[in-house]
């Protein structure tokens, strides 16, 4: 039978890992946490690093996330703000309110900076995921729907959608 690592089981193991990363003594960690200074080496030579290696997987799939989640926020506020200037154009430019017309014309070329720093957005985002195969996979789902959001986003800028459409296809290509 294996023997079971009495820091991996310990209640407080995440503090242990702590200081084995902080560099605390064995000798005191053992002391501090009443286990033995060969547990404590075994668990810091043969555990440790792959604990560090799940943890870091952990913070960067948190982070693409994150990058998704602020991505799709700022994709469906463009989309509005762009609806809501074109609407505004159309009925000021019935009523030939030029100076409202104006105005609404300049939302809409915000907007439009809007998508295209999205787009650049979605650039590092391809990057990230171009990295770390691990993320890419467990983000799949969620890619299809961010693919959704923004392509129906871009659809008043076709110029942008046709370079986000070549640069998901470069992607591909280079899995
Ligand atoms: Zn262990």
């Not at 200074?37 to 997987?57: F, G, T």
């Not at 154009?89 to 609404?104: C, H, P, Q, V, Y």
């Amino acid at each position: 039978m294996p023997r079971v690592c009495t820091i991996c089981t310990h209640p407080e193991h995440d503090a242990i890992d702590a200081a084995l990363v902080g560099e605390v003594a064995n000798r005191r960690i053992a002391a501090q946490y009443a286990v033995s200074e060969q547990a404590v080496r075994r668990h810091r030579e043969d555990h440790l690093p792959s604990i560090m290696v799940r943890s870091e997987q952990a913070k960067e799939v948190t982070r693409a996330d994150d990058l998704i989640g602020q991505l799709q926020e700022i994709t469906a506020r463009t989309d509005r703000l762009y609806k809501i200037a074109d609407g505004i154009i159309g009925k000021a430019a019935s009523s030939e309110d030029w100076r409202t017309a104006l105005m609404a014309v300049r939302e809409a070329s915000n907007a439009n900076r809007e998508a295209r720093a999205n787009l650049e957005l979605l650039g590092e985002l391809l990057g990230e995921l171009n990295r770390n195969p691990t993320v890419n996979l467990h983000l799949s789902a969620e890619w299809i729907r961010i693919q959704t959001v923004l392509f129906s986003a871009l659809v008043p800028y076709p110029e942008v959608g046709a370079r986000v459409a070549q640069a998901l296809k470069e992607i591909e290509r280079d899995h």
